[in-house]
């Protein structure tokens, strides 16, 4: 069973940066993939990027250019840098994990609020 707890969230002004992480334990971090996820208020959860246990990277393409996924298996992390960022990138951001073998990914952070002025 995989806990993540995300840290990093806050307000920022259009153009900014934040940079968010994602503390895993309770299983073998380097067997899973992770994962970012954003919800915006009315508007279903979508995939922000992804990593796989190998470091293979995947972004939604409204983020490609302006933000990065990274891991740290040594320290059971995982980050998301964003830069440039757009009011409408508002939402809160979920942490996920599956393990590589899944599809699905079945452990979920509590989530960290990111809001973006204009």
């Known amino acids: 069973q995989v806990q993540l707890v995300e840290s990093g969230g806050g307000l920022v002004q259009a153009g900014g940066s934040l940079r968010l992480s994602c503390a895993a334990s309770?299983?073998?971090?380097?067997?899973?993939?992770m994962a970012w996820y954003r919800q915006a208020p009315g508007k279903e959860r979508e995939l922000v990027a992804g990593?796989?246990?190998?470091?293979?990277?995947t972004y939604a393409d409204s983020v490609k250019g302006r933000f990065t996924i990274s891991r740290d298996n040594a320290k059971n992390m995982v980050y998301l840098e964003m830069n440039s960022l757009k009011p409408e990138d508002t939402a809160v951001y979920y942490c996920?994990?599956?393990?590589?073998?899944?599809?699905?990914?079945?452990?979920w952070g509590q989530g960290t609020q990111v809001t973006v002025s204009s």
């Open positions: 309770g299983g073998t971090f380097n067997n899973y993939a």
């Open positions: 996920a994990a599956r393990r590589a073998y899944l599809s699905r990914y079945g452990y």
């Open positions: 990593i796989s246990i190998g470091g293979v990277t």
